[in-house]
């Protein structure tokens, strides 16, 4: 596609269900970013894959919230056992690496837990 | 540590105004890079800028211009001759890394408001 895809792009889900989160980047991006954007808040830096290297995941929260990418292609972002702070607007970006691009976004997923 | 800050949370000003939306930026490397993202009511974040470290050339885009000062850390951004469709909450950034590709940390946003 011509951007970057996230699904769903809202869900309602219960405290201490798990969720999964889809980001679709764009074709040939070798990067891709989730960031947490609470309500009224700034974003928040989750993890970062580059190609094939081994993601950094210094912004993970805790322990509950995992993301897999396989190559270049899909991301997902799992939470499991949802808490009411994990509400927010998740948002994935690609890149590629090249001088005056910045990052695509996604229009996110917005994660209400209740 | 590296740090972003936007001291002003929002902004109203009338349409046709200049308005500048501020950034400070703390860092302790000498290599960085320093973005400027707007996001709209639709919620996409929207690239405008990347600027790096080593060009400290301000930079002017259609009404966009934006003034890099490393001396005072500062990375501001002016809207020139304001419209109703720059209303947004506009983001400051900045990422440490020698390359690009690394994790970039965001301010907290300044919402600006255009009014007609």
């Known amino acids: 596609g011509a951007g970057v895809s996230q699904s769903p792009s809202n869900k309602v889900t219960e405290k201490g269900k798990d969720v999964e989160l889809r980001c679709d980047p764009i074709s040939g991006h070798t990067a891709l970013y989730w960031y947490r954007q609470r309500l009224g808040q700034g974003l928040e830096f989750l993890i970062y894959f580059q190609g094939n290297s081994a993601p950094d995941k210094s912004g993970l929260p805790s322990d509950r919230f995992s993301a897999e990418r396989t190559g270049e292609s899909v991301s997902t972002l799992t939470i499991q056992r949802t808490q009411q702070e994990d509400s927010a607007v998740y948002l994935c970006?690609?890149?590629?690496?090249?001088?005056?691009?910045?990052?695509?976004f996604g229009s996110g997923t917005r994660l209400t837990v209740v | 540590a590296q740090k972003v800050t936007q001291a002003q949370t929002e902004i109203s000003v009338v349409e046709k105004e200049d308005v500048t939306l501020d950034c400070v930026y703390e860092?302790?490397?000498?290599?960085?890079?320093l973005f400027w993202y707007k996001q709209p009511p639709s919620g996409e974040l929207v690239f405008l800028i990347r600027r790096n470290s080593f060009d400290e050339q301000n930079e002017i885009s259609g009404r966009y211009s934006w003034n890099f000062q490393k001396s005072t850390s500062s990375f501001n951004f002016t809207i020139t001759a304001s419209q109703v469709v720059d209303s947004a909450v506009y983001f400051c950034?900045?990422?440490?890394?020698?390359?690009?590709?690394?994790?970039?940390?965001f301010g907290k946003g300044t919402r600006l408001h255009i009014l007609p």
């Open positions: 860092t302790r490397d000498t290599t960085y890079y």
């Open positions: 970006a690609s890149s590629l690496d090249l001088e005056g691009l910045g990052d695509t």
């Open positions: 950034a900045l990422s440490e890394a020698p390359h690009r590709d690394d994790k970039i940390i």
